[in-house]
Nanobody
């Protein structure tokens, strides 16, 4: 059974940066496109970035040019570098398979962008 553990969130001022990390276990990591999702209060969870085993990436329009997804297939890890953060980026961030996530979600990591 897949297990996903996210970390790296926190409180940051607008314009700041954070790097999120996710480690996956219980799967053959290289088989899957991995994505970062986020869920803001009162909103549906949305996919913000995804990365294939070979490094092909897709970004939501709202984060294009500010966020960068990467992965270390040897360590079963996926990362999200977030720059030029905005208050509207405030959400709980999760990693999971893309485009159809597993039913098993991690606990997520809270990102709060506020002055």
């Amino acid at each position: 059974q897949v297990q996903l553990v996210e970390s790296g969130g926190g409180l940051v001022q607008p314009g700041g940066s954070l790097r999120l990390s996710c480690v996956a276990s219980g799967i053959i990591f290289r088989f899957y496109i991995m994505g970062w999702y986020r869920q803001a209060p009162g909103k549906q969870r949305e996919l913000v970035a995804s990365s294939s085993f070979g490094g092909s990436t897709i970004y939501a329009e709202s984060v294009e040019g500010r966020f960068t997804i990467s992965r270390d297939n040897g360590k079963n890890m996926v990362y999200l570098q977030m720059n030029s953060l905005k208050p509207e980026d405030t959400a709980v961030y999760y990693c999971n398979k893309s485009p159809t996530p597993w039913n098993n979600w991690g606990q997520g990591t809270q990102v709060t962008v506020s002055s």
